[in-house]
T-cell receptor, first 116, second 114 residues
Framework: DAEITQSPRHKITETGRQVTLACHQTWNHNNMFWYRQDLGHGLRLIHY???????NKGEVSDGYSVSRSNTEDLPLTLESAASSQTSVYFCASSTFRTSGRVGEQFFGPGTRLTVL | TQLLEQSPQFLSIQEGENLTVYCNSS?????LQWYRQEPGEGPVLLVT?????EVKKLKRLTFQFGDARKDSSLHITAAQPGDTGLYLC??????????????FGQGTILTVHP
């Protein structure tokens, strides 16, 4: 069965360190997204990609970067981790829209990141 | 920037009660989705509504898209403990630079007590 996985599931790091969160999907979806989830804020979009070599900034992109070298993976890098980036991070993927409708987003299980 | 205001943020009820969650915006959306999320997992899609005034039913859950496509509601009849979770509304505009992107509300944490 197709799936979307994230690793690690839990990560503790120190302020200033570079951290990379992995996201891998076997849906063969072109669209991939990274969100962070904090209480009271729902899901906020960090970065997204519509295909290989395409990346775009979301509403909370400062301090984060992504790269898309293949269809299956969209790793999220925190260049220099800050305590404000302590959060739960979700990766999602979706198909191109059909018949004018936005496709369902399929989410990974999340990565809980703590920056000390 | 399009915003979705979801209310209430927290809801604690007894089994068998009815409830409604609201999702409001000053912006028009081409479609509105509702997701449910359980602890330790990612959100899972419940329904997508695309037409103003559209009503969709999923067992005891009823979803409505406002006539002007600026608001939506989720109504649960005779809530059960298994309905406990975080409910998220998400709006999208299918065209232009917003293609494929979702704007999420803040979420409603529902707890149904036996």
């Amino acid at each position: 069965d197709a799936e979307i996985t994230q690793s690690p599931r839990h990560k503790i790091t120190e302020t200033g360190r570079q951290v990379t969160l992995a996201c891998h999907q076997t849906w063969n979806h072109n669209n991939m997204f990274w969100y962070r989830q904090d209480l009271g804020h729902g899901l906020r979009l960090i970065h997204y990609s519509y295909g290989v070599q395409d990346t775009n900034k979301g509403e909370v992109s400062d301090g984060y970067s992504v790269s898309r070298s293949n269809t299956e993976d969209l790793p999220l890098t925190l260049e220099s981790a800050a305590s404000s980036q302590t959060s739960v991070y979700f990766c999602a993927s979706s198909t191109f829209r059909t018949s004018g409708r936005v496709g369902e987003q399929f989410f990974g299980p999340g990565t809980r990141l703590t920056v000390l | 920037t399009q915003l979705l205001e979801q209310s209430p943020q927290f809801l604690s009820i007894q089994e068998g009660e009815n409830l409604t969650v609201y999702c409001n915006s000053s912006s028009v959306f081409s479609s509105l989705q509702w997701y449910r999320q359980e602890p330790g997992e990612g959100p899972v899609l419940l329904v997508t509504v695309v037409t103003g005034g559209e009503v969709k039913k999923l067992k005891r859950l009823t979803f409505q898209f406002g006539d002007a496509r600026k608001d939506s509601s989720l109504h649960i009849t005779a809530a059960q403990p298994g309905d406990t979770g975080l409910y998220l509304c998400a709006g999208s505009n299918a065209g232009g630079t917003s293609y494929g992107k979702l704007t999420f509300g803040q979420g409603t944490i529902l707890t149904v007590h036996p």
